[in-house]
């Protein structure tokens, strides 16, 4: 290092000014798995062509003004529900990763919890709050699974709560917001209007 700034104090020896360019080493560049990149390139052409220009719900809005500490919100996901997100005995949201409309709601710390829970025996999930429009929270845990040979999330231990107390079922439509409370990872469950 101190070389290279040591190029720096001298004076160059011809006319020509010294330029470095800095070229990120290969190895490094391919450092995040396919998957991930593929993830991201699906999710952002998902997203020019479905979310564009929605605003965020009212009780959102007046949510995050009223929660000291919450902040960000951005939708993240749209769904028709099937019977398996509604059945009791299945107990969870299914979310694709294909049918993510942004997957940049983790962060880094929470990405690592959920990638090492993959492959834990008794796969806690990440802890999350979900909100609905009465403003009701629930403690939901967040978790990744292979289904099918494709990936998804989904948000389990009390999601059976949210579905009976909002009275989801088979057909109805959701949108999913994340957003952030004092740190904490929260989404908001907004029905969809038929």
Same mark, same amino acid.
């Given at each position: @290092?101190?070389?290279i700034?040591?190029?720096?104090?001298?004076?160059? *020896?011809?006319?020509? +000014?010294?330029?470095f360019?800095?070229?990120p080493?290969?190895e490094?560049q391919? $450092?995040? +798995?396919?998957?991930?990149?593929?993830a991201? *390139?699906? %999710?952002a052409?998902?997203?020019?062509?479905?979310?564009?220009? $929605?605003d965020?719900?009212?009780?959102?809005v007046?949510?995050?003004?009223?929660?000291k500490? %919450?902040?960000?919100p951005?939708?993240?996901?749209?769904?028709?529900?099937?019977?398996?997100d509604?059945?009791?005995?299945?107990?969870?949201?299914?979310?694709?990763?294909?049918?993510?409309? *942004?997957?940049?709601?983790? &962060?880094?710390?929470?990405?690592?919890? #959920?990638?090492?829970? #993959?492959?834990?025996?008794?796969?806690? !999930?990440?802890?999350? =709050?979900?909100? /609905?429009?009465? #403003?009701?929270?629930?403690?939901?845990f967040?978790?990744?699974?292979?289904?099918?040979?494709?990936?998804?999330?989904a948000?389990v231990?009390?999601?059976? /709560?949210? =579905?009976?107390?909002?009275?989801?079922? /088979? !057909?109805?439509? &959701?949108?999913?917001?994340?957003?952030?409370? *004092? !740190?904490?990872?929260?989404?908001a469950? =907004?029905?969809?209007? @038929?």
């Amino acid at each position: @290092m101190k070389r290279i700034f040591d190029l720096f104090r001298r004076k160059p *020896r011809s006319s020509f +000014p010294i330029v470095f360019l800095l070229v990120p080493n290969r190895e490094q560049q391919h $450092k995040q +798995p396919q998957e991930t990149c593929r993830a991201r *390139r699906k %999710a952002a052409l998902f997203q020019e062509s479905t979310w564009e220009g $929605k605003d965020t719900p009212d009780w959102v809005v007046q949510l995050m003004r009223n929660t000291k500490g %919450a902040a960000d919100p951005m939708l993240i996901f749209e769904k028709t529900l099937f019977e398996t997100d509604v059945k009791p005995s299945q107990s969870r949201l299914s979310i694709p990763f294909h049918k993510l409309i *942004r997957n940049d709601f983790l &962060i880094p710390a929470e990405s690592r919890i #959920i990638v090492e829970d #993959i492959s834990n025996r008794e796969k806690m !999930g990440l802890g999350a =709050v979900l909100v /609905d429009q009465g #403003i009701k929270k629930w403690g939901v845990f967040l978790k990744r699974w292979e289904m099918n040979g494709s990936w998804n999330y989904a948000l389990v231990c009390g999601w059976n /709560d949210v =579905v009976k107390a909002n009275g989801l079922k /088979d !057909g109805d439509s &959701i949108s999913l917001w994340s957003f952030r409370c *004092r !740190g904490v990872l929260c989404f908001a469950l =907004v029905p969809l209007p @038929m």
